[in-house]
């Protein structure tokens, strides 16, 4: 119920003058804290300014999300026991906490680029940064999947959007996190391969 409503206010904020900064905001706290994508005001913002600003919205969720992404990992690395057990807690994830956690390791880095790639709610992409603090994944592996993962579906995002408009949100919205997830892990599985 709070989600929708904080949704609904987020749409309505697009197109506000102080819009990017509440963008920026959302990019950051996503990754680290609460599981509203930002894609949910970036959408609607570049469909209002399509020809002047996706792609600088699209570099403002990027560089938001690797902030938010380190500031994650750092609850995860230094404060798991406070803040990091008190989310775990209040968005019941327990669970899913456990099963990163326990593959962290071997595949870490696929599990990040796969999350961070796809904004699916079940699974925020917190529990991940997080979980990656927990396990001390190798922090330059983690930044750079994260910017792949983020920074490729902002882009890709903003370029639909420049190019086509408002006809692509609905497909935007529906297929594209997966596609762009298959794309992530197909690459992800043949550098696995290659380097193993």
């Known amino acids: 119920m709070f989600l929708r409503k904080f949704y609904d206010w987020l749409l309505g904020q697009a197109k506000k003058p102080y819009a990017?900064?509440?963008?920026?905001?959302?990019?950051?706290?996503?990754?680290?804290?609460?599981?509203?994508?930002?894609?949910?005001?970036?959408?609607?913002?570049?469909?209002?300014?399509?020809?002047?600003?996706?792609?600088?919205?699209a570099a403002t969720c990027t560089v938001g999300s690797i902030i938010g992404s380190l500031i994650g990992y750092s609850i995860?690395?230094?404060?798991?026991?406070?803040?990091?057990?008190?989310?775990?807690?209040?968005?019941?994830?327990?669970?899913?906490?456990?099963?990163?956690?326990?593959?962290?390791?071997?595949w870490g880095m696929l599990l990040i680029m796969a999350k961070g790639a796809v904004p699916i709610i079940p699974v925020p992409f917190f529990l991940v940064t997080?979980?990656?603090?927990?396990?001390?994944?190798?922090?330059?592996?983690?930044?750079?999947?994260?910017?792949?993962?983020?920074?490729?579906?902002?882009?890709?995002?903003?370029?639909?959007?420049?190019?086509?408009?408002?006809?692509?949100r609905i497909f935007i919205e529906r297929y594209l996190p997966w596609v762009f997830a298959a794309i992530v892990?197909?690459?992800?599985?043949w550098v696995w391969a290659v380097v193993r």
């Not at 509203?36 to 919205?57: N, T, V």
């Not at 230094?78 to 962290?104: C, E, N, P």
């Not at 892990?185 to 599985?189: H, N, S, T, Y």
Request: proline content about 5%; overall charge positive; hydrophobic content about 55%.
């Open 20 to 57: 990017g900064w509440v963008l920026f905001i959302i990019a950051v706290i996503e990754p680290c804290l609460f599981p509203i994508p930002p894609d949910a005001l970036m959408i609607p913002m570049a469909l209002a300014r399509r020809r002047r600003k996706s792609f600088k919205l």
């Open 185 to 189: 892990v197909g690459v992800a599985l």
């Open 130 to 168: 997080i979980a990656s603090g927990v396990v001390h994944f190798n922090l330059a592996y983690f930044i750079f999947a994260v910017a792949v993962a983020r920074g490729g579906r902002f882009f890709l995002t903003g370029t639909l959007l420049y190019y086509f408009g408002k006809p692509i």
């Open 76 to 106: 995860g690395a230094m404060a798991i026991a406070t803040v990091g057990k008190w989310l775990i807690t209040t968005y019941d994830l327990q669970s899913a906490f456990d099963h990163f956690r326990a593959f962290g390791h071997k």
